[in-house]
């Protein structure tokens, strides 16, 4: 099993597009980016603390490659508007990719250059942050599945 760790605004939608993939074995709700240890969603939501709301996804890449789950990314949140996702507006709302290894890394600058070249979002720059994973923080027990639990189908209309 492969870990990849993705943040595209505000996790609960992230988490639920992400599960629903053949071959994900599990998306997990966290924060990670940031600068503190064991962050709260309080903590984090202030947007001082550095960490964006972000899925940390395992996956089995016998069943679904990384580009599947880039494309799931990049075609499930806007990656052209800098600290904000909706509604949703902040550092913690960023879009970003933090990449495990060197593969991770270089499927993402290749993916993200494809859709530069075909003007996938038009003549809007692509701003998703491409960095190395750090440490990930499961959020609270709460916010896990929280779409499924609430009988919701996606975080905003």
């Known amino acids: 099993?492969?870990?990849?760790?993705?943040?595209?605004?505000?996790?609960?939608?992230?988490?639920d597009f992400f599960r629903a993939i053949p071959g994900v074995s599990e998306a997990i709700s966290g924060y990670t980016g940031g600068t503190i240890e064991n962050p709260t969603y309080e903590q984090v939501c202030t947007g001082t603390t550095g960490h964006a709301e972000g899925v940390e996804v395992t996956f089995d890449e016998?069943?679904?490659?990384?580009?599947?789950?880039l494309q799931v990314f990049f075609e499930n949140h806007n990656p052209t508007t800098v600290n904000?996702?909706?509604?949703?507006?902040?550092h913690q709302y960023r879009s970003a990719i933090f990449y495990h290894d060197e593969a991770q890394k270089a499927a993402a600058e290749k993916y993200i250059a494809e859709l530069t070249k075909n003007h996938a979002f038009g003549n809007k720059e692509i701003v998703t942050e491409l960095v190395p994973a750090q440490t990930f923080w499961k959020a609270e027990e709460y916010h896990q599945k929280y779409l499924e639990k609430h009988g919701l189908g996606s975080c905003h209309v």
């Open 1 to 15: 099993m492969t870990k990849a760790t993705f943040a595209a605004g505000c996790f609960w939608g992230v988490e």
């Open 62 to 69: 016998k069943e679904v490659p990384y580009e599947k789950l």
């Open 84 to 90: 904000r996702q909706g509604p949703d507006v902040g």
